[in-house]
């Protein structure tokens, strides 16, 4: 590559991060106005959108079951994911290709039609919708990413390892979860964190099964459509802070420019 | 797992010892058995799926099978026009990406690391953020009270609050800012794994910057612009979220129309006629996307032509 951009793709670049990075400053910004209205410059600063959030039953409820759906899904995808990581990668079987292909495909399918589908199906079988079927469908969004991830680490460990422990006595299964586990540790760890979020920020496809309770995006997109104060604004920011959190902790621990 | 299955093969079967048997026969299942849970949730998908479409034929009266439901979406104007507002609003969206995407991913792959690593960073915070904020952010700047707005106005380049929301153009800004992360993310990876020394040979044979960008660079890229727009056009044209929130009721999208069909009026064999055709459109535009950049590339001499 080139050791400089054109100055058009320079300028370019600043407009596109300047177009991403505003909205989210404005959010910051507004959460604090001390009135009610989204008029931009605020009016004065005050906290109380910050606690008009504990104030809020929807919130305090979305934000319990949204953290106990992606966790609850997060491990589950995780430990199916990681396996059949494991079979697609070590092994040549009939139909690997096929079951390949098809635990990607819920990046493919539209979510509406993921949703819809679902949906149908629990209604029509009479399992009906419930918190199970909300589970089933995160753990079905998280598993083409957790299954990448890992896959991808698999690939990048040296098979010998795990030969050279089974010479030395290890029954495979020993030599797996003794070598070949702590090997891929970070790629599980990864795939574990997507997963989490890719499930605590699921919308569409959540929204069709939504039964009694609701999850936190489903929650805000309610209020953001009923009211009209900067309450989401204080909600967002504490996301934002959070999501800073996590990708900072991430890049520390595992090193972003591995994990994308 | 067996260290090396084939070795196992090789034994003849009379001197197959029971111990044996049972090894080479676990190392033959153990993948089935690894994938199986993987498989049942997906079968759980593709059960799901099969409903869709049962429950698509199903008439307006009466349990008979027919293409009846598809019959009134191809039938009423109303409803082709959620089809081709979705598809047009994401060929409009796919391209905004790429625009305003292939800068930032080529301007990342040639600054130095820690710049680089910021901007990575900052993408990632973006991707992880919930989607819904984000819509709601740029509520806040488009709206008729909004930043953009109050900017225009003390600029003096406008003297009322210009309509920025509540339009396909604020639908389609808002997918181009909620989506281009992808296509940036898509390009740059491609773009970090060209070879440098191309470039310097191109400069050694007299090739300006600007050539060797269009003559090398581009080319080289396409596979990432074609995953990128694949994304991209995907993501828009199932979108739900953005027109909901930006077009306020006056841009409605396919995905919007299942919705009310499905949960607000309970008209499911409509809905799911209808996410039924938004599937077969979203391979269907795979397919072409993959092939029509192809074909494109290869007019212009950017995609070998062997591929």
């Given at each position: 590559m080139a050791d400089e951009s054109p100055w058009l793709f320079r300028a370019a670049t600043l407009l596109a991060i300047a177009a991403l990075g505003v909205p989210l400053l404005l959010i910051a910004v507004m959460s604090?106005?001390?009135?009610?209205?989204?008029?931009?410059?605020?009016?004065g600063l005050s906290l109380r959108w910050y606690a008009n959030i504990l104030a809020t039953d929807s919130f305090l409820k979305g934000l319990a079951y949204s953290a106990y759906l992606a966790v609850a899904s997060s491990l589950i995808g995780v430990a199916v994911g990681t396996a059949a990581a494991f079979a697609l990668v070590r092994y040549r079987f009939w139909g690997r290709s096929l079951i390949n292909m098809l635990v990607m495909a819920p990046l493919i399918i539209p979510e509406v039609v993921i949703g819809m589908s679902l949906l149908i199906w629990f209604s029509a079988s009479g399992w009906g919708l419930s918190d199970l079927s909300l589970l089933l469908l995160h753990c079905l969004i998280v598993l083409p990413y957790i299954v990448r991830i890992v896959t991808a680490s698999l690939q990048r460990t040296d098979r010998n390892l795990e030969h050279a422990a089974m010479l030395l006595g290890a029954r495979p299964v020993i030599a797996v979860l003794r070598i070949t586990l702590p090997l891929i540790r970070n790629g599980i760890a990864a795939a574990l964190i997507f997963a989490l979020v890719i499930s605590f920020q699921n919308f569409t496809a959540t929204l069709f099964l939504i039964s009694k309770t609701q999850t936190l995006p489903v929650a805000i997109f309610g209020y953001i459509r009923t009211e009209n104060d900067p309450t989401i604004a204080a909600l967002s920011t504490v996301l934002i802070g959070m999501t800073a959190i996590i990708v900072w902790l991430t890049d520390r621990i595992l090193g972003l420019e591995r994990v994308t | 797992m067996a260290a090396n299955p084939r070795e196992e093969k090789t034994v003849p079967w009379g001197a197959m010892t029971v111990p044996r048997l049972r090894r080479v026969f676990a190392a033959r299942l153990s993948p089935y058995f690894l994938v199986l849970p993987a498989v049942a949730l997906i079968g759980l998908l593709l059960a799901a799926l099969s409903s869709l479409f049962l429950e698509s034929?199903?008439?307006?009266?009466?349990?008979t099978l027919g293409l009846a439901q598809y019959r009134l979406l191809a039938a009423d104007p109303t409803y082709r026009g959620y089809f081709t507002t979705s598809l047009r609003i994401a060929f409009l969206a796919t391209l905004g990406c790429l625009i305003l995407g292939y800068p930032v991913a080529y301007y990342m792959e040639t600054t130095r690391r820690t710049v680089r690593h910021a901007i990575v960073m900052f993408l990632v915070l973006l991707f992880f953020s919930d989607y819904v904020m984000r819509v709601y952010a740029l509520i806040l700047l488009m709206?008729?009270?909004g930043l953009a707005n109050r900017a225009l106005l003390w600029l003096g380049i406008v003297r009322s609050p210009v309509r920025?929301?509540?339009?396909e153009t604020g639908v389609v800004v808002g997918l181009i800012l909620g989506n281009v992360p992808f296509m940036i993310f898509a390009i740059s990876s491609v773009l970090s794994r060209i070879d440098r020394r191309l470039l310097q040979a191109a400069a050694l044979l007299g090739a300006t910057r600007s050539t060797a960008l269009r003559r090398i660079v581009l080319p080289l890229s396409m596979p990432g612009v074609v995953s990128g727009s694949i994304i991209v056009f995907l993501l828009s044209m199932n979108s739900y979220l953005t027109p909901a929130l930006l077009g306020g009721g006056f841009v409605q999208m396919i995905a919007n129309f299942v919705y009310d069909q499905a949960i607000?009026?309970?008209?499911m064999p409509l809905a799911a006629a209808a996410a039924a055709v938004l599937l077969v459109t979203a391979f269907a535009m795979i397919a072409l996307l993959n092939a029509g950049f192809e074909r494109l590339g290869r007019r212009v001499g950017i995609v070998d032509g062997r591929r």
């Open positions: 604090f106005n001390s009135t009610p209205s989204l008029v931009f410059p605020p009016a | 034929l199903r008439g307006p009266d009466g349990p709206g008729n009270n920025l929301m509540y339009s607000s009026l309970w008209n």
